[in-house]
């Protein structure tokens, strides 16, 4: 069976310096995305046209929008890269000139073309949780993403605000914290008996 072995991380995109490049409907998707996720998330997009969609979305988010084809010098500074064109040259290009700078780049729709992917994700208060299917099966993370969010108590958040301060009057060296924890919330998994 393959696997999947893309390494999960969790980005703190408002305090990186993202491009989107791309002004179309994959670019509004993609920024949607990031900003449902993400509100604060550091971005700039650029492209000789935008959708009225994506122009009210960046107002209301501080996007920053370029109306212009897309260039090197875009790349300047940036941590990430987002290639939304309808032009695959176009988006080849900017995933040669991102890899050449050693900028994480996403070419939509072009696998072979990333460096990471952006899976399906669910957040209720502190908890998220991402999805990945290795860049095979949007459609199947969406599914998952929606099963995480039917299961995931909406009250997730309290129990971690708590957990959290519980936490903090814990004794002991750091394997007699974990313990303590690991039996207080193993009731959280209710595990199948055979």
């Known amino acids: ?109 072009n696998p072979p073309f990333c460096d990471f992917y952006m899976g399906g994700i669910v957040t209720k208060g502190n908890v998220k949780v991402a999805i990945s299917t290795n860049g095979k099966s949007p459609t199947t993370a969406k599914r998952l993403r929606q099963f995480f969010e039917d299961v995931i108590p909406e009250n997730i958040d309290d129990l971690v605000r708590n957990l959290n301060e519980f936490r903090k009057t814990i004794k002991g060296d750091f394997e007699e914290k974990v313990e303590t924890l690991n039996e207080f919330t193993k009731g959280l998994v209710n595990k199948k008996k055979d």
Request: net charge neutral; hydrophobic share 40%.
């Open 1 to 109: 069976m393959e696997r999947n072995e893309l390494y999960p991380v969790f980005l703190k995109v408002s305090q990186l310096n993202i491009l989107i490049v791309g002004g179309g409907n994959v670019g509004l998707e993609k920024l949607t995305f990031m900003l449902k996720s993400s509100p604060n998330a550091k971005v700039e997009m650029v492209a000789p046209e935008f959708l009225e969609a994506t122009l009210e979305l960046a107002k209301k988010h501080q996007v920053k929008i370029t109306r212009d084809v897309y260039k090197k010098s875009y790349l300047e500074g940036r941590h990430m890269v987002i290639a939304t064109t309808d032009k695959v040259p176009v988006n080849e290009q900017v995933y040669h000139d991102c890899r050449e700078r050693n900028i994480l780049v996403n070419v939509a729709d």
